[in-house]
């Protein structure tokens, strides 16, 4: 089963940038589709963003369009969420996971997640 470690959230100011790693253990990474989730406080977690096995296709919520990239690398077990341009409706836990292609089903376990704060 794959585990999962995000890092590289913190404190960032409107309009800053922050690039969130996810380290995935486990042999079936470079098959599985991933994803990035978030879940602002008081809110249910949401999906932003997904990459196919090859990291040729992406998805993303209309929220993020233009600001966020998703890109991982398969040798290293790890996807990656470039965000730029920060808002503050940004702030949430962010949380990656494997993911059903199209559904964005998650289908491992969570992880602990790293914590996303914009300030105004």
């Known amino acids: 089963q794959v585990q999962l470690a995000e890092s590289g959230g913190g404190l960032v100011q409107t309009g800053g940038s922050l690039r969130l790693s996810c380290a995935a253990s486990?042999?079936?990474?470079?098959?599985?589709?991933m994803a990035w989730f978030r879940q602002a406080p008081g809110k249910e977690r949401d999906f932003v963003a997904a990459i196919s096995t090859a990291g040729v296709t992406t998805y993303y919520t209309d929220s993020v369009k233009g600001r966020f990239t998703i890109s991982r690398n398969n040798a290293e077990s790890t996807v990656y969420l470039q965000m730029n341009s920060l808002k503050f409706e940004d702030t949430a836990v962010y949380y990656c996971n494997k993911v059903s292609w199209r559904t964005w089903v998650a289908l491992g376990a969570w992880g602990q997640g790293t914590q996303v704060t914009v300030s105004s």
């Open positions: 486990g042999d079936t990474f470079s098959t599985t589709p």
